[in-house]
């Protein structure tokens, strides 16, 4: 019985423990609570943070609580924040805010909707990064392999540039033929823009757009550059087919729009153009050809001259075929010389003063050649391109297929 005295006293010490603790804590909440439940509001759902240029738009939702009267926005550790006042409907009701003013950074924000008391909803955070002059200090333009202008015809041709880089394509700012502004844009995909009313001898600029990330507001421009194109100089019938001035009625005529001179025409008074023959595909070529009945050419010469403006330029000439050697005497050879003068004679190719550039032909068997002449004019000045070649008659041919200046 004494035991069971113990047991029962005991019990009723540890009860009486609980409830003064329950109490107690009871009337803790109730300081806390002052003396009701906690209210807390309905938060932002579907929050979503778009960036910008030293700015950021905040969008979300205010779905279920219809007491919410403001979401306040926090940011820098609650050392700066905006309130945006929202008028519930009966619906779902849409909060749009941007924030201007932010300097370029990463930013960790709070979200919080309040009702009419003050009560708060639980906090949202997010994080986002905000645009600014560093990032535009980066930005890089879309380079240019090169620009052909053809009259009033400007191409620009671009170097790829990944898509990744956030690039979204050039802008070109141009003065048309009619001398107003125009402006094109080209997609980062494309590879190259056609402008056919480009004014020629005026300048463009032009600047790469670019987003950081999709989403984002603003769209960032690189520094504008400004570009002066050089007019591509023309040689006109300077590709297969070949058109002739006068023709033998068989196989060879003479070059229209070149000059050839007298000792070039060596087949009967004709020589230079070449309508085919052998079943090749040299018809309506350019070709010296001695031997095989055709007496040898000292000196012979085809050329043509164009104008110039200062630049870097190549002379791209396609060499379908030829059987010329390094051991045979005199030599065929494509020349690039300043002025509108005749091309010198074999001999002086490499003494000449005026021969800005030349490479001698030889055999390259049956299949294409390009040679390439790299030459600098460094003042507007006609120039003259083509062929001097001196060849003996024991069979001897050079067939071209074009010629063509680039600037490079």
């Keep these: 019985m004494k035991n069971l005295r113990n047991i ?19 009337d803790e909440y109730l300081k806390f609570t002052k003396g009701g439940a906690i209210s807390y509001t309905g938060k932002i759902d579907s929050l979503k943070l778009f960036p910008g240029r030293n700015r950021l738009e905040v969008q979300g939702l205010i779905i279920s609580d219809p007491k919410v009267t403001e979401l306040r926005i926090y940011w820098n550790n609650k050392k700066d924040s905006v309130v945006v006042p929202i ?12 924030i201007d003013n932010l300097e370029e950074n990463i930013y960790n924000f709070e979200f919080r909707t309040f009702d009419a008391k003050g009560n708060s909803s639980i906090a949202v955070t997010a994080s986002a990064e905000v645009y600014g002059d560093r990032y535009i200090s980066s930005l890089i333009n879309r380079p240019i392999l090169n620009n052909v202008l053809i009259g009033s015809e400007l191409t620009v041709n671009f170097i790829n540039l990944n898509a990744d880089s956030g690039a979204l394509g050039t802008e070109i700012e141009y003065t ?27 300048t463009y600029r032009y600047t790469t757009l670019y987003k950081p990330v999709v989403k984002s507001i603003d769209t960032f421009y690189a520094v504008y550059k400004d570009v002066r194109p050089v007019p591509t100089p023309v040689l006109v019938n300077a590709k297969q087919p ?27 008074g004709y020589g230079g153009y ?65 002025g509108d003068v005749e091309l010198p004679n074999v001999e002086s190719v490499g003494t000449a003063t005026e021969v800005l550039k030349y ?50």
């Design 87 to 98: 008028t519930r409907t009966s619906g779902i009701d849409a909060v749009s805010k941007i």
């Design 274 to 338: 070449d309508g085919g023959c052998c079943g090749k595909a040299n018809n309506a070529t350019v070709n010296f050809e001695s031997g095989w009945g055709a007496p040898a050419i000292t000196n012979g010469k085809l050329y043509q001259s164009v104008t110039a403006e200062p630049a870097t330029y190549q002379l791209k000439v396609v060499v379908f075929e030829s059987n010329h050697l390094e051991s045979d005497p005199g030599g065929f050879y494509i020349i690039v010389s300043k």
């Design 8 to 26: 029962l006293v005991a019990i009723f010490v540890v009860l009486s423990v609980l409830i003064i603790n329950s109490c107690t804590s009871g």
């Design 242 to 268: 070949f058109n002739y001035s006068s023709y033998d009625g068989g196989r060879w005529g003479v070059i229209a729009n070149w000059t050839t001179n007298a000792a070039a025409k060596n087949h009967n």
């Design 176 to 202: 048309n033929s009619s001398n107003q502004l125009k402006t094109v844009f080209t997609d980062i995909s494309k590879g190259s823009v056609v402008i056919n009313d480009f004014k020629s001898g005026s």
């Design 359 to 408: 490479k001698r032909v030889l055999s390259n068997g049956i299949g294409k050649a390009e040679y390439i002449l790299e030459f600098t004019i460094d003042q507007t000045t006609p120039i003259t391109v083509g062929i001097s070649t001196s060849q003996p008659d024991w069979g001897r041919f050079c067939t071209i297929s074009s010629f063509e200046i680039v600037v490079k």
